[in-house]
Structure formats: structure tokens, C-alpha cells
Nanobody
């Protein structure tokens, strides 16, 4: 059974930092891209960042320069380092993986999803 499990969410003041981790089990994702999405209450799920199997990264404009995605293929993990957090970053953050080497900003291209991790940024 394939599982993606996020950890590291929590509450932080504006300007602070959090690091999310996603651990995959059940199969290797070393040949797949992986991504992070988020969903705030009353809003659609939106793309945050993605990384190809070889480490090429892609970011939403809203997080560029503040968030960094990285992966460890040996450990089957992908992390999201979030700095200079803003109240608008408050959302449930999801780890996801498509059946593709290449990144996509469209959540419909992603097959595997984690259960989500809450990130709350207070002003």
C-alpha cells in the first residue's frame, strides 16, 4: 500500500519558519517528480512547489524566494522549508506525487496524496 505521510506542521508567528517533511512508503518515488500543494478554508487546492526526479524545482510565484523544496531519493522523502511565513500561507499542506518524472502545477496530474498537515501563521 502506497502512503505519503506529512509531518512538521504547526503554528508560527508571521516572519517565522517551518519545515514540512513527507515520507513515502510502499514504493520508491525516486523516478517520479513530487510536489506540495495547499488548501485554505473556502479556497481551491493550489500548487506550492514541485521537484523533478533529478532535482529541478518549480515554485508558485507567491512562495518564490521564501520556500525551498528538496528531496532525498535514498530516504524516499521530500521536504518543504518555509521561511518568512505570512498569514496568507495559512492552509493545510499536502504532499503529492504523479506518475511522471516531470513537474506539474495541476493537482489533477497527481495520483498519490498525503493526509495533509496544518500550517497556521498568526499576525
Amino acid at each position: 500500500q502506497v502512503q505519503l505521510v506529512e509531518s512538521g506542521g504547526g503554528m508560527v508567528q508571521a516572519g517565522g519558519s517551518l519545515r514540512l517533511s513527507c515520507s513515502a512508503s510502499g514504493r520508491s518515488f525516486s523516478s517520479n517528480s513530487m510536489g506540495w500543494f495547499r488548501q485554505a478554508p473556502g479556497k481551491e487546492r493550489e500548487f506550492v512547489a514541485a521537484i523533478t526526479w533529478s532535482g529541478v524545482t518549480r515554485y508558485a510565484d507567491s512562495v518564490k524566494g521564501r520556500f525551498t523544496i528538496s528531496r532525498d531519493n535514498a530516504k524516499n522523502t521530500v521536504d518543504l522549508q518555509m521561511n518568512s511565513l505570512k498569514p496568507d500561507d495559512t492552509a493545510v499542506y499536502y504532499c503529492a506525487a504523479p506518475e511522471s518524472r516531470w513537474t506539474s502545477t495541476d493537482p489533477r496530474h497527481y495520483i498519490y496524496w498525503g493526509q495533509g498537515a496544518q500550517v497556521t501563521v498568526s499576525s
